[in-house]
């Protein structure tokens, strides 16, 4: 597909340490004009010469003097973060994407449950925004490790909304119940879940025992799905060419590394798009979240950035 996102450069003003891990990045346009718009749950790309990240934007949508995203040092990096945390000062230039969002406040919800882990409570503080003096009810589950890992605790307790958010800290043995919390909510409450993988599944698998529909539950996860199980044989259809998808690979990674298809893929995490291509012959094992679970079901196109094949040969029209 075309490329939906336009790139554009914008200077770093300000940088503060959140966390030992986690750096809040303040992004501003050159001419003083404002960026452009975004509501709560959006992300930007930042591109490097060697990377393509995507990070969440967590500053208020209502002011677009600037941007600010928080980047959490991983290790191993696979290059973005380090880079920020490293390289990046005050006055850096740095080239991003427009905003888009795959992890919007469903406007029919009830009441918003929000659930962070860690990394993952930079988008929801973008939403608190959208939220403050709505008339949709929402409250904040914040689960962290230890105290000083809870990165922008003072933007959520001395802000408006300092009354409706939780904090769970596992070393103090204050911890997220997940059953508990599911168990008292009011029919028409959606879920939206970022963090770690384990939280992540466990919000999804905790809701389906507690009767919560599918479509009540939204979750956000900057981080390719691993590249697990068989082995499997990708064929471009243009070309005629088979190429072997080793367990641990992606198709990306198979194509690229014998420059068999020229791909453009600006994320590598299932986010932005742009990688996405048509199935003409077998299924594909989705981990993407661009696509939705429809699209998912009827088996037209793949990101090949981070799905995989559920079948032995895959026919892909590259």
Not at 114 to 143: N, R, V
Not at 171 to 193: C, I, N, P, Q, T
Request: hydrophobic content about 40%; some cysteine; proline content about 5%.
């Amino acid at each position: 597909m075309s490329n939906p996102y336009e790139m554009f450069e914008v200077r770093v003003s300000a940088i503060e340490q959140a966390s030992p891990l986690i750096k809040r990045f303040t992004l501003v346009r050159e001419d003083g004009q404002p960026l452009p718009a975004f509501s709560g749950g959006s992300h930007v790309i930042v591109q490097g010469d060697s990377f393509s990240n995507a990070y969440s934007l967590m500053s208020d949508p209502r002011n677009l003097s600037h941007y600010q995203i928080g980047v959490r040092l991983e290790e191993p990096s696979k290059g973005g973060s380090a880079f920020m945390h490293q390289q990046v000062e005050v006055g850096t230039r740095l080239t991003i994407s427009t905003p888009n969002n795959l992890f919007a406040l469903d406007p029919s919800a009830a009441r918003h449950v929000l659930i962070a882990g860690g990394i993952g409570i930079t988008p929801f503080l973008a939403q608190l925004h959208d939220l403050e003096g709505g008339d949709t009810p929402y409250e904040l589950h914040y689960a962290f490790r230890s105290p000083e890992h809870g990165a922008f605790l003072g933007d959520l307790e001395a802000g408006p909304h300092a009354r409706y958010v939780r904090f769970y800290i596992d070393s103090l043995d204050r911890r997220l119940d997940l059953k508990v919390l599911f168990a008292g909510l009011e029919e028409g409450a959606h879920l939206y879940v970022c963090g770690p993988k384990p939280l992540i599944d466990g919000v999804i698998d905790g809701a389906k025992a507690a009767g919560i529909a599918d479509e009540r539950v939204h979750w956000e996860q900057f981080a390719a799905a691993p590249a697990e199980g068989a082995a499997f044989t990708v064929v471009l259809a243009r070309s005629g060419r088979e190429l072997r998808v080793e367990e641990g690979m992606t198709i990306l990674q198979a194509i690229e590394n014998v420059k068999a298809a020229k791909v453009e893929c600006l994320c590598r995490e299932g986010v932005c798009g742009t990688c996405e291509t048509a199935i003409l012959e077998g299924e594909a094992e989705h981990f993407d979240q661009y696509l939705s679970d429809a699209e998912k079901a009827s088996q037209q196109s793949l990101m090949l950035c981070v799905s995989r094949s559920r079948t032995a040969r895959l026919v892909i029209d590259l």
